[in-house]
């Protein structure tokens, strides 16, 4: 069996003896907790969301709809969300803001739909609210091959210390078999952006590890 982890999931993860291998869309493993109270502005996003209520009462201003839109034409840049002092991160696009080219507004009414029912409860503690209160794992390592699929665009490279754990060989320590795929022109969210290409790398590494 070989474990997909996509976007925002599975970040702590370190011991997968019972998979063959381990996919992962994103964001790469961090052996200690995520901070950026030291290294980003007080605006920035993860920072925000991490505080009990604040996403609620960002989100809470606006209709569903408008929210998922906002995160998608916020989170498909290139550029790191980051709201100045009086402002919410809801406020850094409004709703006259045109969508990424392959997100439709059907895709938009089919995503609002199904938080209409879940809400974002659950999508703001997991992640944002354990960012920080993951464990230490200095010894972690992966055992099996990793592929890591990133969208060149991806905001995240500007991140303090991830241009040098994708591209630098700091993720070696703890994967040594690990690939990294980049898809030209991805976004943070590659794999609705690029769905064949990043299909074509998964099934090329299943493939590989039967």
Request: net charge negative; charged share 25%.
């Amino acid at each position: 069996m070989v474990l997909v982890a996509p976007p925002d999931a599975g970040r702590g993860r370190r011991r997968v003896p019972r998979h063959r291998a381990v996919a992962c869309l994103g964001i790469p493993f961090s052996s200690v907790p995520f901070d950026f109270a030291g290294t980003m502005p007080e605006g920035f996003y993860p920072l925000r969301w991490r505080q009990p209520g604040r996403a609620e009462a960002d989100f809470g201003r606006y209709d569903i709809r408008r929210v998922v839109r906002t995160i998608y034409v916020l989170f498909s840049g290139s550029e790191v969300p980051v709201a100045e002092q009086g402002q919410e991160t809801m406020d850094l696009a409004d709703g006259s803001a045109p969508l990424p080219e392959w997100f439709t507004e059907e895709d938009l009414d089919v995503y609002a739909a199904l938080y209409e029912n879940s809400g974002f409860g659950f999508p703001i503690r997991m992640p944002y609210g354990s960012l920080d209160k993951m464990a230490t794992q200095l010894d972690a390592r992966f055992e099996v091959p990793v592929l890591m699929v990133m969208g060149e665009n991806d905001y995240v490279m500007k991140l303090p210390g991830f241009e040098a754990a994708v591209r630098g060989g700091m993720m070696a320590g703890f994967a040594p078999d690990l690939k990294v795929a980049f898809v030209p022109e991805g976004s943070h969210f590659v794999q609705e952006q690029f769905p064949a290409q990043v299909n074509e790398l998964l099934l090329g590494f299943l493939k590989d590890h039967p």
